[in-house]
């Protein structure tokens, strides 16, 4: 048989190929695995200069919400001084591990606005608006949410005003917009 006997030689190089790859600490490897792709029959090809993969499917059309359909889908919504890590799969039940809420800050401190989304299976163009106690905006965040592919019941997500920007003593107001929807007026007090 030709195709076993050529096997077991791309086995035999490949295995001393592995012992001269462990005695070089590894500059070999790239060799190894062109052997072990030419020996399977699979066609090599490099990742340098290889092109970008396509995204699966596209990014879904915003969904169009009317404004009891939007102040609907708000979970929650709160300040915190400890935002949770990216990617972190929250509880609100047992193991609880939502961040504390907190509702005074002082001046020159970060504060995170902290809000969940029920799942929609859509995406959802959000939008928040940092108000100062002049009553101006000081900062605003278009934050997109694509649910489309989470399969959890709700979605969380964070906004971030950064100490530089936190300069003024007094009633601060963040206010959540979906879908262009005013959803939430949310007063914080920031002391000097």
Same mark, same amino acid.
């Given at each position: 048989?030709?195709?076993?006997?050529?096997?077991?030689?791309?086995?035999?190089?490949?295995?001393?190929?592995?012992?001269?790859?462990?005695?070089?600490?590894?500059?070999?490897?790239?060799?190894?695995?062109?052997?072990?792709?030419?020996?399977?029959?699979?066609?090599?090809?490099?990742?340098?200069?290889?092109?970008?993969?396509p995204p699966r499917r596209p990014t879904p059309a915003a969904l169009t919400l009317s404004g009891i359909e939007?102040?609907?889908?708000?979970?929650?919504?709160?300040?915190?001084?400890?935002?949770?890590?990216? @990617?972190? *799969? #929250?509880?609100?039940?047992? !193991?609880?591990?939502? $961040?504390? /809420?907190?509702?005074?800050? &002082?001046?020159?401190? %970060?504060?995170?606005?902290?809000?969940?989304?029920?799942?929609? @299976?859509? *995406? #959802?163009?959000?939008?928040? !608006?940092?108000?100062? $106690?002049? /009553?101006?905006?000081?900062? &605003?965040?278009?934050? %997109?949410?694509?649910?489309?592919?989470?399969?959890?019941?709700?979605?969380?997500?964070?906004?971030?005003?950064?100490?530089?920007?936190?300069?003024?003593?007094?009633?601060?107001?963040?206010?959540?917009?979906?879908?262009?929807?005013?959803?939430?007026?949310?007063?914080?007090?920031?002391?000097?």
């Amino acid at each position: 048989m030709p195709g076993a006997a050529s096997a077991s030689v791309g086995w035999t190089q490949t295995r001393m190929t592995v012992s001269t790859w462990a005695a070089t600490g590894g500059r070999r490897l790239g060799k190894i695995l062109r052997l072990v792709y030419t020996c399977c029959d699979v066609p090599f090809q490099s990742r340098r200069g290889s092109k970008p993969r396509p995204p699966r499917r596209p990014t879904p059309a915003a969904l169009t919400l009317s404004g009891i359909e939007a102040a609907s889908l708000v979970k929650f919504a709160y300040f915190t001084d400890t935002a949770p890590a990216p @990617g972190t *799969l #929250l509880f609100t039940a047992f !193991r609880r591990n939502m $961040p504390p /809420g907190v509702t005074e800050f &002082t001046v020159r401190n %970060p504060v995170t606005f902290f809000y969940g989304i029920q799942q929609t @299976g859509g *995406l #959802l163009n959000i939008q928040v !608006r940092w108000i100062n $106690p002049d /009553g101006m905006v000081t900062r &605003t965040s278009d934050l %997109p949410m694509d649910q489309s592919q989470e399969g959890a019941l709700w979605t969380w997500q964070v906004d971030r005003l950064e100490k530089r920007d936190l300069t003024q003593a007094g009633v601060w107001v963040v206010e959540l917009l979906i879908s262009g929807h005013r959803v939430g007026r949310y007063p914080l007090l920031v002391r000097a």
